[in-house]
Each structure stands twice: as structure tokens, then as C-alpha cells.
């Protein structure tokens, strides 16, 4: 199959986080034609592929996903979200660009490149998850990382097909990402009568100044490489659903997206001094999704810089902002991290799209980077 095939092959998988559905059968049935050694590992309700080329030399990577989030109301697709049809030369489907759109240009790269490199002086490794969407309870990847860390498995060099670019593909690399510290607030008022305000404690009014406090906080002040840290409210729940009662507590979902100028020890301390301004109760559950990374080194980065500028003519500028990526559970392990795929424009949206001019363009960048990587070593 080609790129396109393969992409609205698993675009019509409704592969949401944290089942991958069958797209690891596809990828498999391309891979294994090429002797790739692959194994498919389960974690929890999760599924992690790994397929290895080689067995000599440094290791590099392709890393990435095949789980989506849900789509949201169908009816106001354009096009159906698992149909993946092709309308003005834009393949329309959820995970065209997030990012099942760049997994199927490597994969295709990766055959363009072993029918003229059969025997590179490099190990070609494509690692997969199921669950980079969703959420920790349902198994991720980093478990699967330290192992194969304490198995002596290193990876040298990790190309992360997250959709990094911006007006053209290939504009835009990230070598690093911020934190991700995440906290479901139990604010416990008093319930009564709303006629009654001195025989209640109103979690909502409490919250409110506080809430304000929470907006304008300065965090820190980032750094070359990373924007301050922000914080944001996703979700509040309140109220008994009568008029007339004052409800006992309120429910609040927030995330910190921190710089490595901030720890997550440290802003969780902060944000509960702010609770201790209320006479309200609280419990809090946090969830550290991601720490903060940055790959100094520049042995990939050159060769990536290298590749697009032989492919559009410029290299890419470096811009580390945006969420998480699946570079997180590689980074600690001392890899070279660098994220390259399609425009982020769309991702997560109504008609998410990639262009078929894009997905040609991502796949003659990953072959160059492969190109280049056989020449350097």
C-alpha cells in the first residue's frame, strides 16, 4: 500500500484511546514483508508494538501513536471521521494529522529506503502505543521504557511523529516539551438553605476569589527554550440540582503545563497554600503526566535540519510549545528526542485533515532523514 492507503486504512479504525482496534495489523502486514522482528505487548487495557530492523549499529527510532480522541458529534464532520475520504485534495478522518497521517508516511518511507538501503549501518526500530490519548490508569508506555532500558536496549536517536509544524510541513521541530501535572479538586462547603447563608459554607462563592488569584499567578518566567508555566480549568461540577440548596461541595478539574523552572513539588504547594485562604475543606488527587524534558544534543537535529533543508530548501525553526508528546517516555532514558510531523492546525477538531500534498511532502522528509542518517554513520 502506499502512504495515503495505509493512512485511510487506520483512519477508518475508530481506534479511540486506549484501543488500538486492529491498527497494529496493518502496520505489521507492511513491516513484515521487510523482516522487521515485531512484537506486540499488552499493558493493562493498553497495547504497545515495537519493530526492530538490524541488529548492528546505533539504534534510531520512530516513535508515535495509534489511538484518537473521540471524534465529538459526527453531524458536524464535513466528511464521516472513520470514512477517511479525500475532498479538495484533503484526506478528512480523525487522526489524519494526530497522527495516524505521519505513521503511515514513515512506514511508507521506511520501504522506500530498504529497497535501495537493504543493509544500513543503523537499526531501524518503529515503537507504537495505543494509549498516548488517554488516561495513565489504563496503562502507558514508560513501564514498557525503563525496560527495555534495564535490558541494555538503548535508543540512540527518536523521531516522534507528533504534528509539529505550522504553516508549511517541516517549519517546525521541537527538541522539548513542557510538564504536565494535572489535580481533581474536592472543595467541602456546608450544605443548607439558600435563605439561611449564615448556617451554610458556600463552596462556590469560595472558590470564586480564588479562581481569580489562580488566574492571575505568575508561576515562573520560563526560559529560552520554554514558555512560563500555565495554569488552566477545565471543569467545574457543582449544585444538588434544587434552586433553593447551597451544595456541600464543588468539583474541580486543572491542569499545570510547567517549565522547567517550576517542580511539580512546587506548584502543588503553592496552589494549596491558595486553598488555605478558605474556611472550605479540600481534597485533591494530582496526576504528573509528564515532566519536562529538552534534548541538548544536536547529532539528530543536525541530520533532521539536514534533510529538510535538502527537501524545502530552509531549515525548520525550533519551537517547544504545545502539550505532551509520546517523546516523554524516551527522553529519560538519554535518547536524542526530536518531534517532526504534519501541520497541528487541525488536530483534535471537527474535520481534522491533512492535505495529500503534505502527507508526499512528510514522507520525502522522513526518507531523507533515513538517507542521511546511512550517510553519517
Not at 504553516?167 to 513542557?178: A, E, K, P, S
Not at 487541525?346 to 474535520?351: L, S
Not at 508526499?360 to 522528509?365: D, G, S, V, W
Request: some cysteine.
Amino acid at each position: 500500500m502506499s502512504a495515503l492507503e495505509i493512512a485511510q486504512s487506520l483512519i477508518k479504525i475508530q481506534s479511540i484511546s486506549p484501543n488500538d482496534a486492529g491498527c497494529f495489523e496493518i502496520i505489521k502486514s507492511e513491516l513484515s514483508p521487510l523482516e522487521f522482528n515485531i512484537e506486540k505487548i499488552k499493558i493493562l487495557n493498553s497495547e504497545t508494538l515495537i519493530a526492530k530492523f538490524g541488529d548492528q549499529g546505533k539504534v534510531f527510532c520512530y516513535l508515535g501513536h495509534t489511538d484518537v480522541v473521540p471524534a465529538g458529534p459526527i453531524e458536524n464532520w464535513s466528511s464521516h471521521p472513520f470514512k477517511a475520504k479525500i475532498v479538495n485534495d484533503q484526506l478528512i478522518g480523525r487522526g489524519a494529522a494526530d497522527m495516524k497521517g505521519s505513521v503511515a508516511a514513515f512506514i511508507e518511507a521506511t520501504k522506500n529506503f530498504l529497497s535501495s538501503n537493504p543493509n544500513p549501518d543503523f537499526q531501524i526500530w518503529v515503537i507504537l502505543t495505543s494509549n498516548e490519548e488517554g488516561e495513565p490508569g489504563d496503562g502507558k508506555i514508560d513501564s514498557f521504557m525503563q525496560n527495555l532500558s534495564k535490558e541494555g536496549q538503548i535508543i540512540d536517536y527518536c523521531l516522534v511523529g507528533e504534528a509539529s509544524s505550522s504553516i508549511n510541513v517541516g517549519d517546525v521541530l521541537r527538541i522539548g516539551r513542557r510538564g504536565s501535572l494535572s489535580g481533581n479538586l474536592k472543595f467541602i462547603g456546608k450544605q443548607g438553605h439558600i435563605a439561611y447563608p449564615n448556617k451554610v459554607l458556600n463552596p462556590i462563592l469560595e472558590i470564586g476569589p480564588i479562581i481569580s488569584e489562580l488566574k492571575e499567578m505568575i508561576w515562573d518566567n520560563g526560559n529560552e527554550h520554554f514558555d512560563p508555566t500555565s495554569f488552566q480549568i477545565s471543569n467545574i461540577d457543582s449544585g444538588t440540582g434544587a434552586s433553593n440548596v447551597v451544595p456541600g461541595h464543588l468539583n474541580m478539574q486543572f491542569n499545570f503545563r510547567f517549565s522547567p523552572e517550576s517542580s511539580y513539588e512546587s506548584l502543588k504547594e503553592k496552589f494549596i497554600d491558595m486553598l488555605k485562604n478558605s474556611a472550605c475543606k479540600y481534597e485533591i488527587e494530582w496526576t504528573l503526566n509528564a515532566k519536562p524534558y529538552l534534548t541538548k544534543k544536536t547529532n539528530l537535529l543536525n541530520i533532521i535540519q539536514k534533510a529538510l533543508l535538502e527537501v524545502n530548501g530552509k531549515e525548520a525553526i525550533i519551537d517547544n510549545g504545545g502539550g505532551t508528546s509520546d517523546g516523554r517516555w524516551v527522553s529519560p532514558s538519554g535518547a536524542e528526542v526530536i518531534e517532526l510531523g504534519p501541520k497541528n492546525a487541525t488536530i483534535h477538531q471537527v474535520d481534522e485533515k491533512i492535505s495529500l500534498e503534505d502527507l508526499e511532502k512528510l514522507q520525502e522528509i522522513y526518507q531523507q532523514i533515513l538517507v542521511n542518517l546511512n550517510q553519517n554513520f
